[in-house]
């Protein structure tokens, strides 16, 4: 294949199509039984099968994914789909893969193959899915720490709740880079959200040259920049700096990255559904745990010792937040010996809410 | 093809979970953008910080998205990621694949980028990650040209996602897949051509489940329900008990509205009292069942937390049908869109504006009358303000 | 009597020295068993027995007050304490006055002489308690309504549950004339809330007479005043005023009663205790009824019909906030008939926690 | 001697409730000052308004507070209501008279006031509603002499309340009516002598009952509780079984924290996870009692909803021993005006300061560490701040 030139590309190129009608991508059985689908059973953590009205099966074997794909590999699924699933594939909205076929018989030979493709069968039922991530180090500007190298630490280390131990319900694990928290990282069980913590520094003598100072200022979502005439630069008010990063994206001089003092806080108890209780935020857990490539073994152990705690003292069919609230924060903060700290006490707007005000708690 | 030492990264290749190690390595035998992305990641790994600027305006002609510019501040250290944008391509509704269709993609994204894709972004578009501006006009020409369009960014409509609905899920009170593609194909100008103060996005799940978390990151967050009854097939409550279920413990007492009743034989509902949170039919999908009118719940403003704190999405339309063309929610999203555009600031997201105008002029632009299924409870203040229409009633 | 003279104030005057020591003002049961108290039983709604470990008895008589006393009548109420109290009273933190005494035969005897002096018996246990109460009319200038004639007529109306019939729990009544809401009608069962509905009216030619301006601009709480240097006056910014009323307190020319205008919101399930649940703040249920002297029939019915709600539906021991909580506030609306109108819904600073962000709600 | 026709006023002698409208008819069988209150407000009640002006600034000598100026707006037509001042008179701790005692004070007003009161103001004063200027120096002469006091008013300490405590009630863990009278006594000058931003109310509760309300309408707000176990007499569970209660319904399942059992024999309490509450203890007080340590915990900031909306409480210390002197409380509090009196604007209180400032610079400056009790639940955006003191620690 050669790149087209681009008058080619002008004569092919189409404006305003949209995607493909999904129509054309669905498995034959779907489109039969659309709609009619009457209940499922969880066959294992890698398994599972939809029973239809008609009396018609879909079993569906969902493996993990890194997210961060290469063609060659992905092409190694579709070659499973081809051989298993009459050429059909789903990804899942925590970036799984799905293969699906009416054959029984199939659902232990594509689980194989994809495990030998490097992608192993889990994240039905109640464990753990996918981690929903970010991008990182690996093409964010603004990333206060990577962002796959710390999901694959983590998933290594609490793998068997992915594809074998079962938790007392669905657990969602998320990581974002920054505080723009791309993701649902905000609602997740347990999350990891990556954060600056010192004012950028300013290069004023390259201000002048680099930026614009109007946009610089106005890409301060907290106001914090305003124009320092006297420098020709600008200057950040520290009590307003939040340190999101976002002058830094349009002004290089500006510097936010400071990998003494980068690093990420845990955030535990949210999740997005409405069943039993409404749908949460995270919650701080663990304001801070230093960047500590490629493995980042405090926060794997962190977020494990959590997941364990919920483990064992949950009840069934209990959310990491559900639990939390029966038991009460300050319950969880002794059960899991975290750190109660200053940070922990909100002091942004909405912090008068959190104080307690009630003479009942626990000691 | 290996060019760098990677002592760190090669950490992350040991251990049972796929590696994007491997991924990454795998691209590289054949793309040097994908090599050099290593070399830049391993470095970033040893000085614990990344080595990106930010984008400047790239994208392709009559278009004012689907493109994130982003550059190396290493260019010279690593030259195959001196441009390194990314694409997203607009996945089908529910994120099905025709093998042969998806491979199409892979063959021209080998041709014109990296070799490395995210499949898929957190907002649900197939992104290809790292190609050169030069390759975006003739990469888009392909993709276009095999039926394929490119998603949303900057102050747009972003790509419409939603939970795979009734292709493969009983609970599916609404056809999310069909809603999704015809939201997306309806506004597609909207997708192309940024006009917007902010981002827009919407999600549609198909019941309160939300497998698409679209409370926690939506615009606008369809959510099916219905009104009507939960059927109940009482031989085979008997047989989840019989199975070992608890149904004192695991659903009677984790109702949240105790509207349920079991006395070891039968299982009652108080459907006038049940909430519809969806706790119970999930838990014994073979036994219960909605029955009656389907339609959605209408939620507006969920987003991140910059600058004043996340938001989850908002009940403003407790109850609407939504059957092809689905005239009625576009008119109403329509006015939505307008109001906010008329009411918001650069870079305020709907919900945030909605907070600063307050509720009421949100629902009065858009006519939907205040229920008490909008909120959690009344205000708390007796502060509350009266337009000269409202003194004659009692209002 | 006579007034004293000038000197002879002077040389009598103490100051700083505090109310009396209570140690002289307790009964001699009290004394003795001061701490130690053991238990408790109601014995009808107007009288109780504490029991202390010593065995000692102490019975209490509740009876109703008007709170506004005049002299002579509490003078009538000295008479029985010292009839039959061995000379002691106390009033409750709710205004009721307690006739206490170790002779059980007492207890019929203060019952009815507190009756025959026009204060009938009742308050204790399940059931009404005095309606907490501001000044009104009979004294405050910001008064957007009354208050002992509010509290009058409605509980006239309800008083079978002070003095007779049961309710699942402890149910507070409450009454504040404006929006200072002095008592603690925000954490009340139900309360009344008299509202100023229009921004004040201003006479422009009287206030460089009669007003200071930057203290008139000063007064008000949420900065809606501004000077008019024109008019050598202020002018009030209409979005920003809630009708308080300060700024006419400072500045007689500016007007904000209202006559047409002027009434009263209502507002239901508060409490203070955190038995259970925690302390909650009352949420607007009516947000207007207009001012209907001298007996505000509307008012009373308003508040008859949510109480007779709560007796036939609520569960034993479940405050009127915790029966709320429980079936949710829309199906509040729908039992009690009550309107929901845009003055419901939060605009205020904290309204966000008040939208409900969850799929899960009734019809 | 009837002055006016009251019709309006008199429909609201009739009904069981005592009238307020005899109260006043009583006193204005003596006063004329009571007699034009019943004019004035027949007109209000006719008129639907209020008659008052404000206040501007009555007192008595050395004193800053204590008395409301009150003037009403119709002095030509009500003269005995042209001056309406209110005078407080500071209650005794738990508003226990001796007769005789509060008979020198009635007999006082008859001379000097209306002879019409406030038993009492909701702050806890006794209120003297209704005398001119010129009587409260030699009102105040005759009341102080015979050992009573002014209450506070303005931007001073206001009179400190409590609820009956110790003197009657089996519940409670502190001695409130001592502290309340400590703190009257050793802050008088701040009662007097109004010098802070604005108002500071203290209120004692001896347990999480709090029938004095101070969770909602005291800036310091004082509430007993234990640190130990609740002794459960089982002997007398039974006997409440016995006389009809539902133990299961209306005890077990009330608990909030689901702490209880009841196995229709014994009644058990997993004291570690016992919220103290109060709920069992008060619905079987024969049964239960707490045991162990007594003290108190300290929560702050409560206020009416002028301007930020009405605030309860905040725990600030979840407990703190009160013994007398109660030098420790002392202490803190003392620190907490400090701190307020040095962040505050004018007419903010404290709780409105630390909404403002943020808890960690108040419980820096009063020393108390941070501890979750404090709070419902941690912060939910990622936007916290960070001292240089603490990037060094893992804080
Ligand atoms: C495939 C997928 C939809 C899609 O369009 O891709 C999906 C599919 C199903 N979900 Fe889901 N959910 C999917 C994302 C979600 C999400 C969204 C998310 O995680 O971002 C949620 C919300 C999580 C939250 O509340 O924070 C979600 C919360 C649930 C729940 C509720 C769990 C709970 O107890 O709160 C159920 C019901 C259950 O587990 O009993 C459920 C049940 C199901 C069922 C059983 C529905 C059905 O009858 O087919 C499906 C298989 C269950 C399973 O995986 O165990 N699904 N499910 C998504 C798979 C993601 C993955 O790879 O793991
Ligand atoms: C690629 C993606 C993350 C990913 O790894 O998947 C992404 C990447 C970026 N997001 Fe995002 N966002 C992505 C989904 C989200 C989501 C999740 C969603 O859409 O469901 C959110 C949270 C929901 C929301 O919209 O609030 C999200 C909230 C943000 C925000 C915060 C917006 C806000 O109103 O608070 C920013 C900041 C901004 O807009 O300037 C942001 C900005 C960005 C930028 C453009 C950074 C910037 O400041 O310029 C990132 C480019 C990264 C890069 O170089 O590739 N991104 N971003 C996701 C889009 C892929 C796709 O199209 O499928
Ligand atoms: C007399 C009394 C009402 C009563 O009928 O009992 C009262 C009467 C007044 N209060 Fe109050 N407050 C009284 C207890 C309260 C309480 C309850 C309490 O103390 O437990 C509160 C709510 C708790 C609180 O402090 O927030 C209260 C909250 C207010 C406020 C709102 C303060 C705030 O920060 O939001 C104001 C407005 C102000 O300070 O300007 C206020 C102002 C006033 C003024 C001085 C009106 C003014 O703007 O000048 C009233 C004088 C009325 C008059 O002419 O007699 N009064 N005020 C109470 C004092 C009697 C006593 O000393 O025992
Ligand atoms: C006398 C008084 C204290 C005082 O210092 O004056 C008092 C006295 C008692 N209270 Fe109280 N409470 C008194 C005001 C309060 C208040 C404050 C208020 O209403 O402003 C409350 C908080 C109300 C709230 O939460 O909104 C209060 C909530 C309670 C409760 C909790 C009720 C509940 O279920 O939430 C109990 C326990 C109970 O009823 O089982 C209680 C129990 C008691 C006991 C049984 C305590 C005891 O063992 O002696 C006393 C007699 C109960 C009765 O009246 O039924 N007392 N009680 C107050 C009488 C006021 C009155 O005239 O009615
Ligand atoms: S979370 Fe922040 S750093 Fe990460 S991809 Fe999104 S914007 Fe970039
Ligand atoms: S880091 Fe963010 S908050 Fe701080 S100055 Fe820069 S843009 Fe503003
Ligand atoms: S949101 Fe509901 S309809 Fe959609 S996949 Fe999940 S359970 Fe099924
Ligand atoms: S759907 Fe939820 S509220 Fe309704 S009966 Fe089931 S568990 Fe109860
Ligand atoms: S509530 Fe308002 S009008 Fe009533 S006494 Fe208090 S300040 Fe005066
Ligand atoms: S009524 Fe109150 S809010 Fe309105 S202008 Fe006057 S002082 Fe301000
Ligand atoms: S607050 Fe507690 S200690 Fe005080 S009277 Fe009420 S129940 Fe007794
Ligand atoms: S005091 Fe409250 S939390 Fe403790 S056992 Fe009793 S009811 Fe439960």
């Not at chain 1, 942004?348 to 307690?356: G, K, L, S």
Request: hydrophobic residues 35%.
């Amino acid at each position: 294949m050669a790149w087209l030139t681009d008058q080619e590309a002008k004569a092919k190129r189409k404006t305003d199509i949209g995607p493909p009608h999904y129509s054309k991508m669905l498995p034959p059985v779907i489109t039969k039984n659309y709609g009619k689908w009457k209940y499922h059973e969880e066959l294992t953590p890698g398994s599972m099968v939809h029973v239809a009205e008609s009396g018609d099966k879909i079993y569906t074997v969902r493996v993990a994914s890194p997210r961060i794909l290469a063609t060659a590999n992905i092409r190694a699924m579709l070659d499973i789909a081809d051989k298993y699933c009459d050429g059909y594939i789903r990804w899942t909205t925590r970036n799984n893969v799905e293969f699906m076929t009416s054959k029984e018989e199939n659902v232990p030979l594509i689980k194989k193959a994809a495990e030998a493709a490097g992608y192993p069968a889990g994240g039905i039922g109640a464990g753990l899915s996918n981690m929903v991530h970010t991008q990182g180090w690996v093409h964010c500007h603004g990333a206060a720490s990577d962002a796959s190298g710390l999901v694959k630490a983590i998933m290594d280390e609490v793998f068997p709740y992915f594809n074998e131990k079962r938790l007392p319900a669905k657990t969602r694990l998320a990581l974002a880079c920054c505080v723009n928290m791309c993701g649902a990282v905000h609602c997740s069980d347990i999350a990891v959200v990556a954060i600056h913590r010192k004012v950028p520094t300013i290069d004023h003598d390259s201000v002048k040259n680099l930026c614009e100072i109007p946009t610089t200022v106005g890409a301060c979502p907290t106001r914090a920049i305003s124009p320092d005439p006297a420098k020709k630069s600008v200057k950040i008010n520290a009590d307003k700096c939040m340190y999101c990063g976002n002058c830094f994206t349009v002004c290089p001089p500006i510097n936010i990255h400071n990998p003494e003092q980068d690093g990420v806080a845990i955030v535990v108890g949210g999740k997005v559904g409405s069943l039993r209780t409404g749908p949460k935020f995270s919650k701080l857990a663990i304001p801070y745990i230093k960047n500590n490539p490629p493995r980042w073994p405090e926060v794997v152990s962190a977020v494990k010792s959590i997941i364990d705690t919920y483990a064992k003292d949950a009840r069934k069919h209990e959310r990491v937040g559900e639990w939390v609230e029966r038991i009460g924060w300050e319950s969880f903060f002794k059960k899991t010996g975290i750190e109660f700290t200053y940070q922990h006490i909100d002091d942004f707007t909405f912090a008068r809410d959190t104080f307690r005000t009630s003479a009942a708690f626990k000691w | 093809m290996k060019k760098y030492e990677t002592p760190l990264l090669d950490e992350l290749e040991k251990g049972p979970w796929p590696s994007f190690v491997k991924e990454i390595k795998t691209a590289a035998t054949k793309s040097e953008m994908a090599n050099d992305e290593l070399g830049q990641l391993e470095k970033s790994y040893r000085d614990k910080r990344g080595y990106w600027k930010h984008g400047g305006i790239v994208g392709v002609l009559g278009y004012g998205g689907g493109v994130i510019g982003r550059y190396s501040s290493l260019p010279e250290e690593f030259p195959g990621v001196a441009h390194f944008h990314t694409v997203r391509i607009n996945q089908p509704s529910g994120m099905y694949y025709k093998t042969d269709s998806l491979r199409t993609i892979l063959d021209l994204w080998d041709e014109y980028g990296s070799g490395l894709t995210n499949m898929h972004g957190s907002t649900g578009d197939m992104v290809l990650l790292g190609c050169r501006t030069e390759a975006l006009e003739p990469l888009f020409a392909e993709v276009s040209s095999r039926g394929w369009d490119l998603g949303g960014s900057g102050s747009a409509l972003r790509t419409p996602a939603c939970c795979l609905g009734q292709s493969r899920c009983e609970w599916a009170n609404i056809d999310t897949m069909d809603i999704c593609n015809e939201l997306t194909q309806t506004y597609q100008d909207y997708v192309h051509r940024p006009a917007w103060p902010y981002k827009f996005k919407f999600k549609i799940a198909g019941c309160a489940i939300d497998c698409v978390a679209s409370i926690a990151r939506a615009d606008c967050s369809v959510i099916g329900t219905w009104k009507g009854k939960i059927a109940v097939d009482q031989d085979v409550v008997k047989d989840y008990a019989k199975a070992g279920m608890n149904i004192t413990e695991e659903i009677v007492n984790m109702c949240p509205t105790g509207c349920m009743s079991y006395d070891g034989k039968e299982l009652k509902i108080d459907d006038t009292n049940c909430s519809r949170c969806m706790h119970c039919i999930s838990k014994m999908t073979k036994a219960l069942r909605p029955t009656g009118e389907k339609g959605a719940s209408i939620l507006i403003g969920s987003k991140a937390p910059i600058v004043v704190g996340s938001l989850l999405s908002w009940v403003v339309v407790p109850f609407i049908k939504m059957e092809p063309p689905y005239t009625e929610f576009k008119a109403l999203v329509e006015k939505m869109w307008d109001w906010w555009d008329d009411n918001a600031k650069p870079r305020e997201r709907i919900g945030e504006v909605i907070e600063m105008k307050g509720m009421r002029s949100f629902l009065e632009a858009i006519g939907v009358p205040p229920q008490p299924q909008q909120v959690f409870e009344p205000r708390k203040d007796p502060f509350f303000f009266w337009k000269e229409e409202d003194l004659n009633g009692n209002k």
